[in-house]
């Protein structure tokens, strides 16, 4: 059970940037713990995991900017965004240098905050990042491209809640029905332009991502999915990635694909806790 956080709204001087706070237990004086999702996500998506992997720390779970409550800003949804608006956030409120989980394009916003602000990170959890989606988009499976395209459209249709869930009921009539309210309800929520983006720039930071991966110098946890159960990552680049960084872990989970902490939230929180709390300095009382 997660207790209830509070709910705050920080203006970055772009956009405001909507997220919940989990304040520190008595006593616990760790640094900060933050949340990061990934495309069409909200914060809520940390609920089952932010109480045992923050032990009692301060946490922050954030909508990025185009999802959940946050702002909009048209066509500025690219990293350097995201991660602009993580720094402005960890500065304003005085966070000082946290402990960063990131899913998806959650933990490629973590890569490159830590690639351009070191001094806000103390470590980063990757989870099952797409570091080199444009290759599978483009080279190995154009189908996944296809979809951010068929969300994009759906999303900019301006339709309810209902409507979208009825369409998605059509297109897959098998889906249960709690995945069909929890897509219906990402997409209401989520900026067309976010996915849009997505889905022109085939999501494209390759061209520096092996620079970025080398810059890194905080310690990294890196957690993979199996691709054939719909991971963003190939079979061979988890170690190749690994090879790149100066300190990161790798974590390959054969069982599950892309939502690793949705999955096997166990596992994760064991995981994931056990990487925070050894990267994770406790203050001078």
Known sequence: MTSNPELRFFNTGETAIHYATFPASPGMN?????????????????????????????????????????GRTKGAYRLPDYARDMAALIDGLGLGAVNVVGHSLG????????AGRPDLTLSITLEDPPLFARK?????DPNRHARFGHNARLASAGLTLDDLAERLRKISPDADEANIHKTAMSLY????????????QRIDWSPD?????????????????????????????????????????????????????????????????????????????
């Not at 599978?136 to 190995?140: D, G, H, N, P, S």
């Not at 963003?232 to 939502?259: A, F, I, R």
């Open 30 to 70: 760790g640094p900060t713990v933050l949340f990061i999702h990934g495309i069409t996500g909200r914060h809520e998506t940390w609920d089952q995991v932010v109480d045992p992997i923050r032990k009692g720390n301060r946490a922050i779970a954030v909508d990025l900017r185009g999802h959940g409550r946050s």
């Open 107 to 114: 933990a490629m916003t973590a890569l490159q905050l830590a």
């Open 136 to 140: 599978i988009m483009e080279q190995t």
């Open 189 to 200: 929520v989520t900026d067309s332009d976010a996915i849009w983006h997505v889905y022109d």
């Open 209 to 285: 991502i092996e620079k970025k991966l080398r810059s890194v110098q905080c310690p990294v946890l890196l957690m993979q999915g199996n691709y054939e159960l719909g991971a963003w990552m190939l079979p061979d680049d988890g170690k190749h990635t690994q090879s790149l960084m100066v300190n990161c872990e790798l974590s390959y989970w054969n069982d599950t694909g892309h939502g690793l902490h949705g999955d096997k939230p166990a596992r994760f929180i064991d995981q994931v806790g056990a990487f925070v709390s050894k990267h994770s300095p406790v203050a001078a009382k």
